[in-house]
């Protein structure tokens, strides 16, 4: 298997504007995680996903943050509008129903001018 | 709730010499406890993890961690540390097969020749 796949691997945007990060978990995985990474505040579980539906978002920032998931080969994080302190590593993990093991992708790097 | 403490955000061996990474958790249940390790600018890979029966767990690499109930630890070691040993590492605690990993703060290796 490829893995987690997440693109694009760095974004540069500048403050308002829109940000879409895309992952596709592994095949077969029916748990899907968002996370964020930065050097202040760690890593940080933003919402996951079961069976393309949403468990828990508690951890979105705020409104300008959504996350969705059409079916079970793809999901979707937007911003809009990006602020510079948004800037951060935010990957993606999967996992099987059974397990409690998580796949990371290899995140996607984003900076907010 | 679960949470997880490393002790020491950096720590520094030489080449050869003893690794030993501190893991504390707390849970109300009976934990599953992980151990992830970050090479830079990569995503997070899993190193080795406990969920039940015997409480020493080999994982890749060379490295083992050990499930004690009684201190709530779960500290991750390696006899012999590598220079390519040198990343961040993270321990994680979950309640259930499938449900959302606790991280902790992470524990930046450094390994001098």
């Known amino acids: 298997d490829a893995g987690v796949i997440q693109s694009p691997r760095h974004e540069v945007t500048e403050m308002g504007q829109e940000v879409t990060l895309r992952c596709k978990p592994i095949?077969?995985?029916?748990?899907l995680f968002w996370y964020r990474q930065t050097m202040m505040r760690g890593l940080e579980l933003l919402i996951y996903f079961n069976n393309n539906v949403p468990i828990d978002d508690s951890g979105m920032p705020e409104d300008r943050f959504s996350a969705k998931m059409p079916n079970a080969s793809f999901s979707t994080l937007k911003i809009q509008p990006s602020e510079p302190r948004d800037s951060a590593v935010y990957f993606c993990a999967s996992s099987l129903r059974g397990t409690s093991e998580q796949y990371f992708g290899p995140g996607t790097r984003l900076t907010v001018t | 709730a679960q949470s997880v403490t490393q002790l020491g955000s950096h720590v520094s061996v030489s080449e050869g010499a003893l690794v030993l990474l501190r893991c504390n958790y707390s849970?109300?249940?009976?934990?599953?406890l992980f151990w992830y390790v970050q090479y830079p600018n990569q995503g997070l890979q899993l190193l080795l993890k406990?969920?039940?029966?015997?409480?020493l767990v080999k994982g890749i690499n060379g490295f083992e961690a050990e499930f004690k109930k009684s201190e709530t630890s779960f500290h991750l070691t390696k006899p012999s540390a590598h220079m390519s040993d040198a990343a961040e590492y993270f321990c994680a605690v979950s309640v259930s097969a499938g449900n959302m990993l606790t991280f902790g703060g992470g524990t930046r290796l450094m390994v001098k020749p």
């Open positions: 095949s077969g995985h029916d748990y």
């Open positions: 849970s109300s249940v009976p934990p599953y």
């Open positions: 406990y969920t039940t029966g015997a409480t």
